[in-house]
């Protein structure tokens, strides 16, 4: 079964924001790394081959009455907006799950959305 | 149909329907094949009896009859293989014996991934073989509500993957908890619904027997099963003339001793298997039902387990009767600190127990002041009156201030 893990930082401290990168120490810092590289060398994972800007520099797109109207930032709150992404072939849902609680994000104050695909 | 046929066919049902599951991979499927197939054996074993081994026969029928279905879909749809397993026949080969399936059902019924409403509406009516209408009603939503969440539930675990298997070892003990709580759920609707919900509270028992029958090593699963035993078998003493009596008054003549005594026989299996490792929520809540079966409880050893629960479930509930049995013990006072500390102003109980408390320590003007405050908070009419009487014999006691110690 094929599966989409949509990655939601959430409160996690990453990168992006310097001043919360800094509080964490160094050994958390490259367990968050190692994390990452050990999650994208797991077979059956298909890492995104982009990385997305973070939702802060997101811009949602509506058209109403023909007029399109463009407001700043994310389709949903900034903390509950879409972080990163990544692909899982799996044998079931547990499988998946099991994948997607050892992405950082799920422990530090993110969440993870485990998404089946439609079977082509 | 005759009793014991109903009786076996019941017994029969949830077995034969999740070895059809395991087989097929498909609940829609399986619960065709086997309603089919227990049509097949209402009209057959009333005219040729029933078979020395009924689930074994009913498997086979429903799995014929499934292979038959998917060989004419097969056909009809042109696809280009043929289902390679050999042509069944309606004479079966009866083999004795199927593996029982019933706990991945289970498992896979109250995966997390499925909504709390959808774990037990889909366990009810897999495992249990309740109609969709009887679970609506049990649970006051419509009819197409409940159907609806059925057929929402299946779509799901199909369309996301959830496994037919009882999770490994690393998941078991989060995965039973949420099972123990849908069982635990089930009984509580059914005993709070009282006389409608006989049905709820049996079918509550059956699957938490079957629980203890297949997790024997699991100290829980056998907490819950006691505590249910415990619970029941107060049911015809808690009511008097349709108003609520408190344990504390009940006539114990009206206890299921019979009961009780397998209560307590399941219970000590349960702290037997829990030894070594701290006790869980349910066992002592078995635990502690079972104290209160004495004439004279401890209540030394009720608060102490109600302090373990407290600490394992962070529950103000649980707190709000660790002082229940701490004013038992060591006075009202005692049991009023505790509930003082506790952040429940929007439930009725604690306003209750609250007023129980200023009465036995004579402060009668607090105590109405505390009994209206619950009244004002109470949802359940039977529990309305109890409120009431008890206000109204606060007004008694006014008058007469030398009834307004004991308790």
């Known amino acids: 079964m094929k599966f989409m893990l949509l990655i939601h930082q959430g409160a996690t401290p990453t990168p992006n924001d310097p001043a919360a990168w800094a509080q964490l120490s160094p050994e958390e810092q490259n367990a968050v790394y190692a994390d990452y590289k050990a999650i994208n060398e797991t077979p059956g994972v298909t890492p995104a081959d982009v990385q997305m800007q973070p939702p802060e520099m997101a811009s949602t797109v509506r058209v109403q009455d023909g007029r399109t109207l463009t407001t700043d930032g994310p389709f949903v709150e900034m903390k509950e907006a879409l972080g990163g992404y990544l692909f899982y072939e799996a044998d079931d849902l547990d499988a998946a799950i099991e994948l997607a609680s050892r992405i950082p994000a799920a422990r530090m104050g993110g969440a993870i959305e485990v998404r089946p695909l439609v079977e082509r | ?407």
């Open chain 2, 1 to 407: 149909m005759n009793g014991s046929l109903e009786r076996t066919f019941r017994e029969e049902w949830g077995r034969v329907l999740a070895a059809l599951i395991g087989f097929l991979g498909d609940f829609d499927r399986a619960e065709e094949a086997t309603q089919e197939a227990f049509a097949i054996a209402a009209q057959r074993w009333a005219r040729d009896g029933t078979p020395t081994h009924p689930g074994a026969w009913l498997v086979t029928t429903a799995r014929n009859r499934a292979i038959n279905r998917l060989r004419r879909e097969r056909t009809l749809a042109a696809k280009t293989r043929l289902l390679e397993v050999p042509h069944a026949s309606e004479d079966q080969i009866e083999t004795s014996t199927f593996p029982d399936e019933r706990l991945e059902l289970i498992f896979t019924c109250c995966h997390p991934a499925l909504a709390t409403e959808a774990q037990v509406a889909l366990t009810l009516r897999t495992l249990g073989g309740l109609d969709t209408d009887a679970i609506a009603q049990a649970f006051l939503v419509s009819e197409p509500t409940m159907s609806q969440r059925l057929v929402r539930a299946k779509r799901k675990i199909k369309a996301a993957g959830i496994p037919f298997r009882v999770p490994a070892e690393h998941l078991l003990a989060e995965r039973l908890a949420a099972v123990l709580a849908v069982v635990y759920l089930i009984f509580n609707q059914g005993y709070s619904t009282r006389s409608s919900g006989r049905a709820l509270v049996a079918e509550a028992l059956l699957l938490g027997r079957a629980l203890a029958e297949l997790m024997p090593e699991q100290a829980e699963a056998h907490g819950l099963l006691a505590l249910m035993l415990l619970h029941d078998s107060r049911r015809d003493a808690r009511e008097h003339e349709g108003e609520l009596v408190l344990l504390l008054d009940q006539d114990r003549t009206r206890w299921d001793w019979t009961q009780i005594a397998e209560g307590r026989i399941v219970l000590d299996r349960a702290v037997t298997l829990a030894k070594g490792g701290a006790a869980g929520i349910y066992v002592l809540q078995a635990a502690i039902s079972s104290l209160h079966v004495e004439q004279t409880p401890d209540w030394h050893e009720i608060a102490a387990l109600y302090g373990e629960l407290a600490r394992l479930t962070g529950s103000p509930v649980v707190e709000l009767n660790r002082a229940i049995a701490v004013a038992e013990e060591l006075g009202a006072e005692a049991g009023l600190t505790i509930l003082d500390r506790l952040a429940l102003e929007d439930f009725h109980y604690l306003h209750a127990t609250r007023a129980e408390l200023l009465r036995r320590l004579g402060r009668t003007a607090e105590a109405r002041a505390a009994y209206e405050r619950a009244l004002a908070l109470v949802h359940d009419e039977a529990e309305r009156r109890l409120l009431q009487r008890r206000l109204g014999e606060l007004a008694v006691l006014a008058r007469n201030p030398a009834a307004a110690h004991g308790g």
